[in-house]
């Protein structure tokens, strides 16, 4: 078992959703209630992650990331190093990879909450900042909720991208999904079972949660 | 110089409504509403009937428009002001309720209690509650109560903000008929105590003539007419009023002229006195209704004799069973023009009546309305 790689894994997921959770929220709810020109292109490349092959995306990622590049160049003059092969580095590339998975269950949750409630908040006197605590997240909770779990659990798994972004450095880029590879690899097969069954305990369970939470919020509705 | 929180004489105390625009929907639509007083616009569905009441609101932004509310200006777009829903104070009870499904009643009431100090929200909810017939309930999410507890809940709500004005959209459509009696009721009780102006949006015109003091009448965005529920039935302005307020028999005639007292309606050859309408030119050609509780039919075995008013004779040609009453169609002379009555059943079968029979009816001058022709 690489507990190197297992924590590297899980505070990945951790920055990943703790970035995605604010992204998700405004983005999600300005894509339920607004149109504009244009919105379908947004939506587009919003979902483009979920079908574009993730070598591809990662190659796009390690290239736009670059030294050679100016995000990779302003990053390094900002940071004192690059962005590509980094811990950094893969958050950012996760964070993008993951945009589709916390965007859209939000969005469809934020969809599902009536105009007229948002509407009857404001007659009520409630400000936009009261109805968003008070009324629309605890509404669109259930989604908000599906949509950190899969993002989470889709960053433990990723491999496609953090390979071409990340490499494989022990204890900087070097996640469990690369670590059950490196053994199986080095015909370890003790240690890649392990990882496994654990990641696969671990999804169960996550999935298992958010399940059973979104049914109990969608009960109280 | 004039202190600022006196409110100029001149300012009035109720709700004023101006709004126009041409697109997206056409909106021409003039209203005022006293305090205290029960104000239902009625019409169609895509009448702009809850337009009006979202412009109110603050929710809808009419091209041009003027809100003014207990001398506070809520919308000027003359001079660029335009106050938002929070900033207006307003009750607003929606046609779907839209209470806060994950709140209990009296979270759902305390929402628009933001104005109050907290201390004392949580008593002064359950005082609403218990005004609208509601404890008991204060614990209960939306979805455990009732659709008429809900339409309670949804009117504490709308009253928790102590709002200048109270708007209805369609508040009792989703209540089956023997809530929605008991909600006017209560309707009725309510409105007792409140000082403010109240709007009602309603297509129920029955409704409307139940719990307002004035209709304002509107089709494609436009107020046709407003007055009085029994002015506005009686007397229409125009036959489309008319036809909106559900009056049956609407007929063209030509004015023969006036004499001090009266004036003389022609309509298939006959003369009908009518009351007394210098407006109208003698040879005018007019439309004219008569509300059927204006027709009266003599009673076959006790003929009257000619001191009637307006006797028609004609043929009964349907007589169509409503429930306590038969809807009788009578074809008056040969053109075929047909005078509806509702006649209660027991009448009809005392009068023997069934197709064919031969029947005269008495149109009495008082209510025979005269209108602009179409």
Redesign the interface.
Known sequence: MDWTALWLSLSLGAWTIAILLPVGIVVGRWLAWRSFRGKGLVESLLALPLVLPPTVLGYYLLVSMGGRSPIGQWFESVAGHGLVFTFTGLVVASVLVNLPFAIQPMQRAFEAI?R??R?????????PW?TLL??EL??AWPGILTAMVLSFAHTLGEFGVVLMVGGSIPGETKTIAIAIYDRVQAFDDEAAGAMSAFLLLFSLLTIGLSYALSNRARA?? | MPCPTVPAPSADPGLTVRLRQTAPIPLDVALSCRPGEVLALVGPSGSGKSTVLRSV???YRPGDGLVVCDGAVWLDTGNGVRL???QR????V???Y?????MTALDNVM??M??VARADRRARAMDLLARLHLDGLESR?P?ALSGGQQQRVAVA??L??DPKVLLLDEPFSAVDRVTRQKLYVELAELRRDLSIPTLLVTHDLEEASTLADTLSILRHGRTLQTGTPTAVKARPDSVGVARLVDVRNIFDGVVLGHDQTKTYLGWQGRTFTTRLRPDFEPLAKVAWCIPASHVLLHRRDRPTRGDAENPVQGVVTDLLPLGETVRMTVAIGPSGACITVPVLVHVAQRNHLEPGTEVTLTLRAEGIHLMPSE
């Open positions: 009536p007229e409630v509407e009857a908040a404001a007659c009520c006197g409630m400000s009261r008070r009324v605890p509404l109280i509705r | 609101a603050g929710l938002s829903p929070q104070s307003v009750g607003l929606f046609q779907s839209a209470l806060f499904p994950h929402a628009a933001g104005h999410s979805a709500r709308a928790a903000r």
